[in-house]
């Protein structure tokens, strides 16, 4: 049975940093292209970035710059740092897992976590 679990989300103010992780149980990582999305409040879940298999990383425009994402191969998990943080970063975000590059950027991935919230306050 395949998990996802992301953790590190919690409460923030403006300008301040989180690190998410998403560990995984059932797959391996390293096979896979990862996938950071987010939910804001009222809206439906939108594209963070992209991590590939042979580590290339994709992010909107929204985060660019503010956002890096890495793989622990060891240990199985993926981490999103986000700084500067800002108030419409506020969302539930979840981490997903798929053997297509394709199928995470159109949300069709095979696996998803439950999600961790981040809520940053002005």
């Known amino acids: 049975q395949v998990q996802l679990v992301e953790s590190g989300g919690g409460l923030v103010q403006a300008g301040g940093s989180l690190r998410l992780s998403c560990t995984a149980s059932?797959?391996?990582?390293?096979?896979?292209?990862c996938g950071w999305f987010r939910q804001p409040p009222g809206k439906p879940r939108e594209l963070v970035g992209i991590i590939e298999n042979i580590g290339d990383e994709h992010y909107v425009d929204a985060v660019k710059g503010r956002v890096s994402g890495y793989r622990n191969h060891a240990q199985n998990v993926i981490y999103l740092e986000m700084d500067n943080l800002k108030p419409e970063d506020t969302a539930v975000y979840y981490c997903?897992?798929?053997?297509?590059?394709?199928?995470?950027?159109?949300?069709?991935?095979?696996?998803w976590g439950l999600g961790t919230q981040v809520t940053v306050s002005s």
């Open positions: 997903t897992a798929d053997s297509s590059f394709r199928a995470v950027q159109e949300q069709r991935s095979q696996y």
């Open positions: 059932g797959i391996t990582f390293r096979h896979n292209v």
